[in-house]
């Protein structure tokens, strides 16, 4: 199928899952989750493909095993184009509406540690400090894990801090359901979150490759 829009039934599932995150509230709207949420959000990735890359949907069931909130479903559905271990391009759909991001999500293994590295260098960090000005500037929200306080051995008068606190960094925007989600308009809306925050996912994959 071509994508042609979310339609407010995906919205309306998703309140109710809130509302009755039950197994008995899953099977009787299975099919609604199949039709209405997975297969346009399978039809947007596949518009954007030819240019990012092919998009992952995230499983619908909860990982509970080490979590004390035992709720079964997610009350979202995500895609992922990833450009490396944990790095990439995001787009989610909930009851609140899209929101659409990319970045760094949970560095893996020696990640976290080339990151501080490459930011602390000033002939890679002063350029992402620079990218993260500009996203910000652009009225992205610019979010991820942090510490509440300096890494050990960084200088409390490093120029780039409060970047150096971050242990996952990603941007994104949130989006309100208003009519243009019932339409293709998404497939250009993502599009330009995408494009303006490619420059952050660029020096992300280049500064972190995986172990």
Do not use: C
């Not at 479903?73 to 787009?91: L, N, P, R």
């Not at 991001?101 to 293994?109: I, R, V």
């Not at 970047?163 to 809306?189: I, K, M, Q, Y």
């Amino acid at each position: 199928m071509s994508f042609s829009g979310f339609p407010d039934e995906a919205f309306v599932f998703y309140e109710g899952l809130e509302a009755d995150n039950s197994r008995i509230y899953w099977t009787r709207h299975r099919q609604v989750y199949e039709d209405m949420v997975k297969a346009p959000m399978a039809a947007l990735g596949r518009e954007l493909e030819g240019e990012f890359g092919r998009a992952h949907l995230f499983r619908p069931n909860r990982d509970v095993r080490f979590s004390k909130d035992k709720s079964p479903y997610k009350t979202h559905q995500g895609a992922y184009v990833a450009t490396g271990e944990a790095i990439g391009y995001y787009v989610q759909l909930d009851a609140a509406g899209l929101y659409v991001g990319a970045g760094l999500y949970a560095a893996q293994g020696g990640q976290l540690a080339r990151y501080r590295e490459a930011v602390d260098e000033e002939i890679s960090g002063a350029p992402l400090e620079k990218v993260v000005d500009a996203v910000r500037a652009a009225g992205y929200a610019v979010e991820g894990d942090r510490l509440k306080t300096r890494p050990r051995g960084v200088p409390q008068d490093h120029p780039r801090l409060d970047l150096l606190r971050h242990r996952s960094l990603h941007a994104g925007r949130r989006f309100d359901p208003e009519p243009w989600v019932h339409t293709p308009e998404v497939v250009s809306r993502v599009r330009a979150v995408w494009h303006d925050l490619t420059p952050l996912v660029e020096w992300l994959t280049v500064h972190l490759p995986a172990d």
